[in-house]
């Protein structure tokens, strides 16, 4: 997740060569919107022209085209070896987005264009995880969806959400309701939205991110793809047929705050499952708000309704399990017992 900075910053420009692409332009279905790309993105194409206007476009830019950053830096996400990996400018122009293994993208103020200048160097599997993840995430924000940093499944004909900083396990847990029959609705990337009878979630995308151990010992996969980064072991997997996945979004039954622990150091391996305030669950949705430094005063101001309203039709729980994927099923049959009381 991206760090906040408050210091200016203008002297990021650069002269990036084009992105490799896709002729003529694929339609997509990005988080339940069409969208328009001019770059093969890592998951697949939509079989048809779906025959009318895109939620947004991406472009690249021409051979040879200039971007020069303006507006204010409002965030940034920092490396230990390269000072930062991912610059956040704003202003009247739009947003501008650095990405040190990418290049530089431009999102117009409708957020209706995303513009691409690709670094000569990136690869274009970097590029395409880019695009349906930060780069999406934040346009969904910009056209009106509040996105969650999470994972959901659907259970029982209805979403279920975790919420959980990086490495507790929400990434783990989805898995381990897929093979058990749930189907996938979302994996880091939740758009919500809000109908007449509640607050729905989804649809994301058919990929997800997980751990090596987790592929192999809870989905009994070999891993497809892996190095997402130079500092992970997580492999990008493409569910496609492998498991149900929802194409629509689904009615939030529950969410879940996962705390895991270490059960050898802490002495004991219980599952405690406790309510959470409406007031405190509002908190903690802003807390997992996807990228929530990109946002504005404003912006972060036009989405506390729908989660005050979402606070008040949907029962926020937290979590607290042992850790060890041996004791996964039954921590997931806790949860199954815990949403049948509801």
């Not at 969208?35 to 093969?40: H, L």
């Not at 993840?133 to 209805?158: K, M």
């Not at 058990?180 to 649809?203: F, I, M, T």
């Amino acid at each position: 997740m991206i760090a906040v900075d408050h210091a200016p910053d203008h002297s990021a420009q650069h002269s990036l060569d084009h992105a490799a692409t896709a002729n003529p332009p694929l339609w997509y279905s990005l988080y339940g919107l069409p969208v328009r790309s001019d770059i093969v993105l890592p998951i697949d194409a939509a079989p048809f022209d779906p025959g009318g206007p895109a939620a947004f476009t991406i472009r690249c830019a021409p051979i040879g085209g200039n971007a020069s950053p303006s507006g204010s830096l409002v965030a940034w996400a920092p490396c230990p070896l390269h000072g930062a990996d991912v610059r956040v400018y704003r202003g009247g122009a739009g947003s501008w987005i650095w990405s040190r293994l990418v290049g530089i993208v431009h999102v117009t103020p409708d957020a209706r264009l995303v513009t691409v200048y690709n670094d000569p160097e990136a690869s274009a599997h970097n590029t395409g995880l880019f695009m349906i993840g930060d780069v999406a995430a934040f346009v969904l924000q910009q056209l009106g969806y509040p996105t969650l940093h999470a994972s959901a499944v659907i259970t029982g004909g209805e979403a279920v959400c975790f919420l959980a900083s990086s490495g507790q396990g929400k990434s783990t847990m989805l898995a381990h309701f897929l093979s058990e029959g749930g189907s996938l609705l979302a994996d880091d990337v939740l758009p919500l939205r809000a109908r007449a009878n509640g607050v729905y979630a989804g649809p994301s995308l058919p990929a997800m991110k997980l751990w090596r151990k987790t592929l192999e010992c809870t989905l009994g996969l070999t891993p497809e793809k892996s190095g997402i980064d130079s500092c992970a072991d997580k492999s990008f997997l493409l569910v496609n047929d492998r498991f149900p996945v929802s194409e629509s979004p689904a009615r939030l039954r529950a969410i879940y705050i996962l705390n895991r622990y270490d059960p050898i150091s802490s002495g004991h391996s219980d599952v405690v499952i406790r309510q959470v305030s409406k007031r405190d669950g509002v908190v903690t949705l802003l807390q997992h708000t996807y990228n929530r430094a990109l946002l504005l005063p404003r912006e972060e101001a036009a989405i506390l309704s729908l989660y005050a309203r979402l606070v008040m039709v949907t029962p926020i729980r937290t979590l607290s399990y042992p850790s060890g994927l041996e004791r996964m099923a039954a921590v997931c049959g806790q949860i199954q017992s815990d949403l049948g009381t509801l």
